[in-house]
């Protein structure tokens, strides 16, 4: 099949190289001439484990195409993905979906034959109505059918999660837009339930309930963890209790930092946002949301009593920085308050993250980007194992501290408190 998304960030990305690993001709379109370039060169950008490897060999095959040529790539596709960023309005908890609508307006002076246009940005709930409404002439003259079709793609997993999906889910009430999107994934759907086809509105809602309650899953085990401290109960066995049951499962039940990255934050505060619209109070994922906030200054306060709120111009070391592993993803990571915080005590703040120096870092005052473990954690005075990369599960520490007096603030639970005492290594963890 030919396909266009419209949109070259990690969605549109992601998709557009696996859909043409499988055998599709993809136009990825974007505004931004310099992302294109870049990627007709081969430079991805963004950090996503063996995306650069498909897409070289896809855009050799030539069935991969970057072009920021809207019109020729709608013109020459099917199936349209509409794949732009849907961020959180400033100062506000709703979705801001300008350029989704620019899109469908754009769509609308177009298409002249039959198209099928999907939502796979993450949209609130009538969007897709909002959508339909836009290319309403298109739609009596039934050259478009609007539908819905949310991603479910984790950063680090996504190729993975793309190929093996967990479910399909489309939202539409058009037998003839089903049938050939059925025939799309038939790839990748193993058994027949992975492909759910229900209402649009119905596909809009199931991204943002999935998303808040794993969201809620990660709050509720964080706060468990506060509990488990003060009663000398370690949060590990009560997770791997309870996850047993099927019922509950062990998944995102790890107490750590507070939940980050491009879609928890935004989808919780855009759900809340429609709720309120519909007059109905989502008063559980209020509570995840306020939660996750006060995880952040919990977790940031404690450093302070770590070093005997002796803290001023101490050399702390994070290992780590991004939200989770195998991500470049900054966005609302727990790594950030805490630097901020550190260096109004005019601490040094040394930092290393498998994927490279942050731009978002170079603004904060005494933070220094190291090259490798070793020059970050020499004679550093706290080491904050941030997030869990596989390069920080197996480090002797005092061979890279080089010094007798330091401390480890282990954000993830990767290492055994028992054996840090046996080193005799002051050792923090959490839950524990």
């Not at 961020?87 to 908890?93: C, D, E, S």
């Not at 198209?115 to 709930?125: A, G, Q, R, Y």
């Not at 790594?335 to 040394?350: A, D, G, H, T, V």
């Amino acid at each position: 099949m030919k396909l266009c998304m419209i949109g070259t960030g990690y969605v549109g990305l992601v998709s557009g190289v696996c859909f043409s690993d499988l055998g599709n001709t993809v136009y990825c379109v974007d505004s931004d001439k310099n992302k294109i370039d870049s990627l007709n060169k081969g430079i991805i950008p963004i950090y996503e484990p063996g995306l650069e490897e498909i897409l070289k060999r896809n855009y050799k095959a030539k069935r991969l195409l970057f072009t920021h040529n809207l019109k020729k790539a709608v013109s020459n596709s099917d199936i349209i993905f509409i794949c732009v960023g849907t961020p959180t309005i400033k100062n506000t908890n709703s979705a801001d979906l300008r350029y989704v609508y620019a899109v469908a307006n754009q769509l609308k002076k177009i298409i002249s034959k039959y198209k099928i246009v999907i939502t796979k940005s993450t949209v609130p709930v009538t969007t897709g109505d909002k959508i339909e409404k836009i290319l309403k002439r298109l739609k009596s003259k039934k050259l478009v059918d609007v539908v819905s079709n949310p991603e479910f793609l984790r950063e680090g997993e996504a190729i993975r999660d793309f190929i093996y999906p967990d479910r399909v889910v489309i939202g539409t009430d058009s037998k003839k837009a089903n049938k050939i999107l059925k025939s799309l994934y038939l790839p990748i759907i193993k058994k027949t339930s992975r492909y759910f086809s229900t209402s649009r509105r119905g596909a809009e809602m199931i991204k943002y309930a999935s998303n808040a309650f794993l969201a809620t899953k990660i709050s509720y085990v964080n706060e468990l963890a506060n509990l488990c401290e003060k009663t000398g109960v370690d949060i590990k066995d009560v997770s791997f209790g309870m996850g047993l049951d099927e019922r509950i499962g062990g998944r995102f039940l790890r107490a750590g930092p507070a939940y980050g990255g491009s879609c928890f934050p935004k989808d919780t505060k855009a759900l809340i946002n429609t709720a309120n619209k519909f007059n109905t109070d989502l008063s559980i994922v209020k509570s995840v949301v306020k939660s996750n906030e006060k995880r952040k200054l919990l977790l940031t306060h404690r450093v302070d009593k770590m070093l005997n709120k002796k803290i001023n111009n101490k050399i702390i070391t994070f290992l780590g920085v991004t939200f989770k592993p195998n991500t470049d993803d900054m966005r609302e990571t727990s790594s950030i308050p805490m630097m901020k915080f550190l260096s109004k005590k005019n601490c040094e703040i040394r930092y290393f993250d498998p994927s490279g120096e942050k731009k978002e870092l170079k603004k904060i005052k005494n933070v220094k980007f190291c090259k490798n473990i070793s020059l970050a954690c020499l004679k550093s005075d706290l080491i904050i194992i941030h997030t869990e990369w596989n390069v920080f599960k197996l480090l002797n520490f005092k061979k890279l501290v080089k010094k007798n007096n330091f401390s480890i603030y282990d954000m993830r639970n990767i290492y055994s408190p028992y054996k840090m005492k046996q080193m005799k290594i002051k050792y923090y963890s959490v839950g524990r």
